[in-house]
T-cell receptor, first 111, second 112 residues
């Protein structure tokens, strides 16, 4: 079993839809949770960075962490064609330095 | 603020040849990472430096891969000899305190 599981998609939605992206993990020691956006032929770009459980909102993006279920989500409201990219979840424990990435979910937002 | 710079952007080599990649992190960032991203997968950490010391190189294939970070700034990653399965994007990232990492655009390596 991989430490971090993420559905690779692709996920195709119409413009304006609410998008839900998810990851599950197995290591209960993970405390830091991140979402990165990666456009084609570009490096990953940090979108959201959260610590422990709860919600964090930034503009159209909301990150949600449920440590009891070992489940994290990224919600995108009013999705735009410019949101079309691969979204990578990542996580790290408090003691270690290694960040583990999910495989990424490809998202297409159609105009 | 300038981002993480990497070169070259693309490289095509034959198997068994050697190749080197260069990375210049964001100024002042003590932590530098090299990741390998195979098509359709998430980035996998190869090596992590804190200043010029190695923090984690547990997933670096040391029989063929080497990396150095002289003077705690720029870094180079070398592969010698290359194999077909080394075809991937090699990403360099840096962070101030080992937390939020900022990535470069990557070097796309094709081994034929």
């Amino acid at each position: 079993q991989k430490e971090v599981e993420q559905d690779p998609g692709p996920l195709s939605v119409p413009e304006g839809a609410i998008v839900s992206l998810n990851c599950t993990y197995s290591n209960s020691a993970f405390q830091y949770f991140m979402w990165y956006r990666q456009y084609s032929r570009k490096g990953p770009e940090l979108l959201m960075y959260t610590y422990s459980s709860g919600n964090k909102e930034d503009g159209r993006f909301t990150a949600q962490v449920d440590k009891s279920s070992k489940y994290i989500s990224l919600f995108i409201r009013d999705s735009q064609p410019s949101d079309s990219a691969t979204y990578l979840c990542a996580m790290r424990d408090t003691g270690g330095f290694k960040t583990i990435f999910g495989a990424g979910t490809r998202l297409f937002v159609k105009a | 603020e300038a981002g993480v710079a990497q070169s070259p952007r693309y490289k095509i080599i034959e198997k068994r040849q050697s190749v080197a990649f260069w990375c210049n992190p964001i100024s002042g960032h003590a932590t530098l990472y090299w990741y390998q991203q195979i098509l359709g997968q998430g980035p996998k950490l190869l090596i992590q430096f804190q200043n010029n010391g190695v923090v984690d190189d547990s997933q670096l294939p040391k029989d063929r891969f080497s990396a150095e970070r002289l003077k705690g700034v720029d870094s180079t990653l070398k592969i010698q000899p290359a194999k077909l399965e080394d075809s991937a994007v090699y990403l360099c990232a840096s962070s101030l305190r080992g937390d939020e990492a900022f990535f470069g655009q990557g070097t796309r390596l094709t081994v034929v």
